[in-house]
């Protein structure tokens, strides 16, 4: 099998160890200077941009699946760069599959209730709308006989990437009686997830990749700063951390929801290796 990974950052690195060994990995960049991390990862670099359709002509009928990880655009409310990718691959034979790193944000404000895959998106913000306008690509080429599974993702973390810089600024947390609401996933169990939607993903399927932890935010860098060995962050009014925050971050602190697992552990048959982020962190 003949696997192209588009996003070789932290997650696809991840997931191409998971499988090496086991198919012939392909990995797209746009800069020659990672292809010696790729090679030692058992990934074959391919150089081409997402930006530019005329580079990516190498991966017509190159590869029988796809995982795609590589993000949207920073501006914008549509998502050229899949585009360009789907327009390519679908010049050669039909792709068997697709996996589509999403993010959760798709939702929108759901005011803290309980969120399946069956929930309608309303995305309200120019990020969540280009991911939200990516899926739609996405479903529209799963009609074409290639089966399409799509990833909505929350906040990824692991050693190596949390939000430790805010904690030791000791920057505010909104107190608990008005936080909202966060979703988490170890950067180890979304790549092991990709791989398990790649084999036993449904066609045009979302699948919630979230543990079980189900946090709000404040308790979330409450745990952070416990295992960093620092104090907890205080915590104020949320009118007060609105107005003290950034706009990305001012956008996270404006939408509360808590996603559903049970149809990654049904569907996909997947057990989580950190199901709580207390045991990622400590994992």
């Not at 941009?49 to 991966?59: A, I, M, Q, T």
Request: net charge positive; hydrophobic share 40%.
């Amino acid at each position: 099998m003949r696997i192209l990974i588009v996003g070789c950052g932290d997650v696809g690195l991840r997931a191409a160890h998971l499988l090496a060994g086991h198919a012939r990995l392909y990995g797209l960049i746009h800069s020659p200077e990672r292809s010696g991390e790729l090679r030692a990862a058992g990934v074959t670099p391919l150089l081409g941009d997402l930006d530019d359709r005329v580079s990516l002509k190498r991966l017509v009928g190159l590869v029988d699946a796809v995982l795609h990880f590589a993000p949207p655009p920073a501006s914008g409310e549509t998502d050229p760069r899949t585009r360009h990718l789907l327009t390519v691959l679908g010049r050669g034979r039909s792709l068997a599959q697709l996996v589509y790193i999403s993010t959760s944000g798709v939702y929108g404000d759901c005011a803290g209730a309980l969120v399946a895959e069956t929930r309608p998106a309303r995305p309200n913000n120019p990020r969540a709308k280009r991911r939200f306008e990516a899926e739609t690509q996405l479903r529209q080429f799963g009609l074409r006989g290639t089966r399409v599974s799509l990833l909505r993702v929350p906040g990824i973390y692991a050693q190596n990437r949390m939000p430790e810089e805010r904690v030791r600024k000791a920057l505010p947390a909104i107190v608990s009686a008005d936080d909202v609401y966060t979703n988490h996933i170890h950067a180890d169990d979304l790549a092991r997830l990709a791989v398990a939607a790649l084999f036993r993903g449904r066609n045009n399927r979302l699948y919630n990749a979230v543990d079980d932890s189900g946090l709000k935010m404040g308790d979330w860098f409450d745990l952070v700063a416990d295992h960093l060995g620092l104090p907890r962050p205080p915590r104020l009014e949320r009118e007060r951390v609105i107005a003290a925050v950034t706009p990305a971050m001012r956008s996270f602190l404006s939408e509360s929801r808590r996603l559903s697992n049970q149809r990654i552990k049904r569907e996909l048959r997947f057990r989580l290796h950190y199901p709580t982020v207390s045991e990622g962190l400590n994992g």
